[in-house]
């Protein structure tokens, strides 16, 4: 079982940047697909960025070329860098931990971007 916190969100312009960090605590993160999703109000739940094991990353075309998102298995922490931010990328921010049939969510930080 993983225990996922998320944190970094918060209120920034369009075009700025936030940097996203989720501290995972029990055993299992660096066996596990980390994933970043978002929700926005009166939406579903989407993937937004998911790093495997070895690093193999993969993004929504809606942020391809503006979000990273990286892992530190040392540090039991995934990130997600989010550079020229757009209003539409306003939502809750959830990290995600997939190990095998396991799946454990954060609770989530909101991103708010102002026009």
């Known amino acids: 079982q993983v225990w996922l916190v998320e944190s970094g969100g918060g209120l920034v312009q369009a075009g700025g940047s936030l940097r996203l960090s989720c501290a995972a605590s029990?055993?299992?993160?660096?066996?596990?697909?980390m994933g970043w999703f978002r929700q926005a109000p009166g939406k579903q739940r989407e993937l937004v960025a998911r790093?495997?094991?070895?690093?193999?990353?993969n993004y929504a075309d809606s942020v391809k070329g503006r979000f990273t998102i990286s892992r530190d298995n040392a540090k039991n922490t995934v990130y997600l860098q989010m550079n020229s931010l757009k209003p539409e990328d306003t939502a809750v921010y959830y990290c995600?931990?997939?190990?095998?049939?396991?799946?454990?969510w954060g609770r989530g930080t909101q991103v708010i971007v102002s026009s």
């Open positions: 995600n931990a997939a190990l095998f049939a396991n799946i454990s």
């Open positions: 029990g055993s299992g993160f660096s066996s596990s697909i």
């Open positions: 790093i495997s094991t070895g690093g193999t990353t």
